[in-house]
């Protein structure tokens, strides 16, 4: 099994280096290490040429982490494609677990559990899983079970997949600014295997400056679209559900958001999307937002109830 890790770089001097040690690192030694840097205005070049470690540095062309990641699958020669931000980090046994695991499953893609890391690289937040075992799936469906229980896609420096199932699906979609990482992960696993390792094995950096998940209202919007994008891919009530839930949340986000450009993207690509029922809600929980938190509730009692259903 070769391991190409590709590692999206943008203005990332601070980090870049802690993010290389941790994957030379690795106890089960990477194929090649692939940095893509994203038009860099600071020194992560140079840091990364002056490192010592034998990098594979790419140029990006077109702007974006769904343009880099791209240009990094472009060039890998590895079978398995690990993915790693560059303020991101992995601790020594990332990749030996996931070797372990997709050489005894049948599956195209893996996933972990993850810390947080500070800016310091020394104060970590020791996240419990609220998943406890092991788990495999098959499909998008599966995938759901997993993600209720666990409120959110893991992220990409936690993401291995089969480079010929990346490149057969089209690798990321350029269009999705944010969240292209929960659209690529939903195209790889449709009809096909997956692993989630609950032990953790990486850790995200919180807080990061300039980072695409730190904007609320634009994560929040991007999720949604990367969900309805993907719709047409299963039949399933609860991710008709999440997919609802998904659409109130963007458009409530966005409408309490400071910036106009949130308000108006929100407005503009969630709202039509509305049936006359969920149109006057919004207009409700819009002026009283404390009140979402009741429509999750109620739309998580829908989810225990098709749950039991299913039983």
Same mark, same amino acid.
């Given at each position: ?22 994957? $030379? ?5 990477? +194929?090649?290490?692939?940095? $893509?840097?994203?038009?860099?205005? !600071? ?28 240009? &990094?699958?472009? $060039?890998?020669? &590895? ?6 931000? #560059?303020?991101? %980090?992995?601790? @020594?046994?990332? %990749? ?12 195209? &893609?893996?996933?972990?559990?993850? =810390? ?16 406890? #075992? ?17 409120? +959110?896609?893991?992220?990409?420096? #936690? ?6 199932? #990346?490149?057969?699906?089209? &690798?990321? !979609? @350029?269009?999705? $600014?944010?969240?292209? !990482?929960? =659209? ?13 390792? @609950? ?21 929040? %919007? ?40 949130? +308000? ?8 039509? =999307? ?17 009140? %979402? ?19």
């Amino acid at each position: 099994m070769k391991i190409s890790v590709i590692i999206p770089c943008h203005n990332g001097e601070k980090t870049i280096a802690s993010s290389l040690l941790s994957v $030379v690192r690795q106890e089960y030694k990477a +194929h090649e290490i692939i940095v $893509v840097d994203d038009h860099s205005e !600071d020194k992560s070049v140079d840091l990364i040429r002056a490192s010592g470690i034998d990098v594979k540095l790419v140029s990006a062309g077109a702007t974006g982490a769904s343009n880099a990641r791209n240009e &990094g699958i472009d $060039v890998a020669t &590895g079978n398995w494609l690990a993915f790693l931000d #560059a303020d991101d %980090l992995w601790y @020594p046994n990332h %990749l030996s677990r996931a070797e372990q695991f997709i050489s005894t499953h049948k599956v195209v &893609g893996y996933l972990n559990h993850y =810390d947080w890391v500070s800016q310091t690289d020394t104060i970590f937040t020791k996240k419990k899983s609220p998943v406890d #075992a092991e788990t495999t799936g098959q499909g998008i469906d599966t995938y759901l079970n997993l993600y209720l229980k666990y409120k +959110h896609f893991v992220g990409m420096s #936690a993401c291995i997949v089969e480079r010929e199932r #990346a490149e057969l699906i089209g &690798g990321f !979609d @350029p269009e999705l $600014v944010r969240r292209h !990482d929960i =659209d690529f992960w939903l195209r790889i696993i449709d009809n096909q295997g997956w692993f989630f390792d @609950p032990q953790a094995t990486s850790a995200y950096r919180k807080n990061t400056l300039n980072s695409l998940s730190s904007n609320q209202p634009s994560a929040a %919007l991007y999720r949604y679209l990367a969900f309805k994008k993907n719709h047409k891919l299963t039949n399933s009530l609860v991710y008709d559900l999440l997919l609802r839930q998904f659409a109130m949340t963007a458009l409530i986000k966005g409408a309490l958001s400071e910036k106009e450009q949130d +308000h108006k993207l929100a407005s503009d690509l969630v709202y039509n =999307d509305f049936c006359l029922l969920e149109k006057v809600l919004s207009k409700v929980l819009t002026q009283f937002p404390g009140m %979402l938190k009741y429509y999750k509730k109620a739309l998580k009692a829908r989810f225990r109830c098709l749950s039991q259903f299913k039983k």
